[in-house]
């Protein structure tokens, strides 16, 4: 029986993360994945895929719809949906196989199969090949993430039905499609298709999309989406769906009040939030505990209720993003190595891949309202600035939030043109604990979407310059 210091289930940016770490650290590092390849959900149906067809719909939308008033003539101009799959899953091989790459040059041993615990040391893994093996190690990292939520009342199919999954592989433009949730994946999906020529429905329980994000966000938002044509349906609940070979009619009743209808479709996206995955894990073995959301529980240090069972990213608390579980598995690979290592979760940034872009960092305004903090709020819109309107992307705004006493900066939120890469000097200020005053004398460099976060940081002041 192989015996190992560390084995991490689950190969996704939490797992293979914390591997290397671990095997950077001098420790006898194992990695057990059920898929064919490496990566978890990011690599192989998230993130990437996704961003591959954000960046594939963005080219197609910007050539059909702003190339004629930059003076760009384009005839005959098509979207090949089959060609746009196989580069996708292009990028997704790639990538996939760069992590098998780290796993051999950290010395990791990758494991191929489903793992179940014996006991709190013991992991049988039933490999993909049919045969089995049992292996054990002073430590496990739980790194199993999240599924899709598909309630049964969907009638999820996968075939007129989708999850993320399948939407990600659909190979002829749809004509029109029903998604289900205003959230992130709704709405990066949602743009996919919108882009490319579908009419995209979105129905949206709450009365705004993206309702953990800062209200300003949200309108800015629902307004550029609008104009792609996306249609919106808040404060309205899907009941269910029922499907035919070619279509599908979504019910949709009306919150608060008796009234609903169906929309026909040829798809149904449902996307109404992810689920911790722990199922056959064999957690009955070990006295690891979930907690009521049924995610692992976890104290601060991602220790779970076993003493020598750790588990960090989707499965547990906190946001459901990459880079947070891998923070997470490096935290763990660091504490078991004996090292004091630190994540503030407050400072984990957030980005919605649409266009405009939407990212943030820090509490929104209704959260430090309702907190009663008192705090200052500095405005400033992408229309007033040059670098926008030369590249026609005036749709935005930075704001920036601090509190009114110390000026310490507690909320960045930002939705335009490359906000995703902008955030960053929120997140490096915040770290460091700047105040707004710090950010609105740092130097930006002119002409660049970057002078919209100098002008929110003045305009908190009643200072900006442009407007
Ligand atoms: P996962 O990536 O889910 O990996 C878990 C792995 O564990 C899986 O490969 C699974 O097969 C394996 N596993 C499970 N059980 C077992 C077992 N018993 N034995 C062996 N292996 C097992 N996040 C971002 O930050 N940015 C984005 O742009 C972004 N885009 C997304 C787009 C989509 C469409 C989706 C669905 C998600 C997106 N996310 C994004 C979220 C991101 O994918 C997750 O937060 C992230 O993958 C979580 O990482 P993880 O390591 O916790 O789990
Ligand atoms: P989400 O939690 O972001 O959004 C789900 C939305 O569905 C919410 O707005 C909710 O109010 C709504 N909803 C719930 N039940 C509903 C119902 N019955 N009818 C209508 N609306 C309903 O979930 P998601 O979009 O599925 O994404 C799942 C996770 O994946 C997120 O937590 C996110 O962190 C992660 N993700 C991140 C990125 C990114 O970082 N760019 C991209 C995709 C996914």
């Known amino acids: 029986m192989q015996n190992f210091d560390v084995v991490i289930i689950g190969a996704g940016p939490g797992g293979y993360v914390a591997a290397i770490r671990c095997a950077q650290l001098g420790m ?94 013991t992991l049988e893994v039933a490999l993909n090949d049919g045969e089995s093996d049992t292996i054990q190690a002073k430590h496990f990292i739980i790194a199993t993430g999240s599924k899709p939520n598909l309630p049964e009342s969907f009638n999820y199919d996968g075939k007129r039905v989708i999850s993320s999954t399948e939407a990600l592989e659909i190979d002829t433009v749809p004509k029109s499609m029903v998604v289900v949730g205003g959230g992130v994946i709704g709405l990066e999906l949602g743009s996919v298709y919108a882009r490319l020529g579908t009419e995209v429905s979105v129905v949206e329980y709450v009365d705004r999309i993206l309702p953990t994000m800062d209200k300003d966000c949200s309108k800015e938002l629902t307004r550029s989406l609008k104009k792609l044509g996306m249609k919106f349906y808040f404060k309205h609940a899907v009941v269910g769906t029922k499907a035919t070979a070619k279509s599908v009619t979504v019910n949709i009743n009306k919150r608060d009040s008796e009234e609903s209808f169906d929309i026909k479709a040829d798809y149904c996206l449902v996307a109404i939030g992810r689920i911790p995955y722990t199922e056959g894990l064999g957690l009955e073995n070990t006295g690891v505990k979930l907690d009521e959301r049924g995610r692992i529980q976890t104290d601060d240090h991602f220790r779970t209720t076993t003493p020598n069972i750790y588990a960090i990213g989707d499965v547990v608390k906190g946001m459901m993003l990459a880079h947070k579980a891998e923070e997470e598995g490096v935290f763990v690979a660091e504490m078991l190595a004996g090292q004091k290592p630190h994540i503030d979760h407050n400072l984990i940034p957030g980005v919605v891949y649409t266009w405009p872009e939407v990212a943030a960092v820090g509490k929104t305004e209704e959260e430090l309202k309702a907190a009663g903090t008192a705090i200052r709020v500095g405005k400033f819109p992408y229309k007033a600035l040059g670098r926008a309107r030369a590249s026609m992307d005036i749709d935005g705004m930075v704001k920036v939030i601090s509190d009114a006493t110390t000026d310490e900066i507690l909320g960045v939120h930002m939705v335009g043109a490359r906000v995703a890469d902008m955030i960053m000097e929120a997140v490096a200020l915040m770290e460091f604990r700047a105040s707004a005053e710090d950010m609105a004398r740092i130097c930006h460099p002119h002409p660049t979407y970057t002078e919209a976060v100098k002008e929110a940081a003045l305009a908190l002041d009643g200072r900006a310059l442009h407007i």
């Open 28 to 121: 006898n590092t194992a990695i057990v994945e059920k898929r064919k390849t490496l990566g978890g959900t990011c690599l192989n149906v998230g993130c990437i895929p996704s961003k591959a067809l954000l960046d594939s719909s963005e080219h197609y939308h910007n050539a059909s719809h702003a190339f004629g008033e930059h003076g760009i003539k384009l005839e005959k101009l098509q979207v090949d949906m089959k060609q746009m799959i196989k580069r996708k899953q292009s990028v997704v091989d790639q990538t996939c196989s760069g992590v098998e790459y780290l796993m051999n040059k950290n010395k990791i041993t990758t494991i191929y199969g489903s793992g179940a615990f014996k006991d709190a040391n």
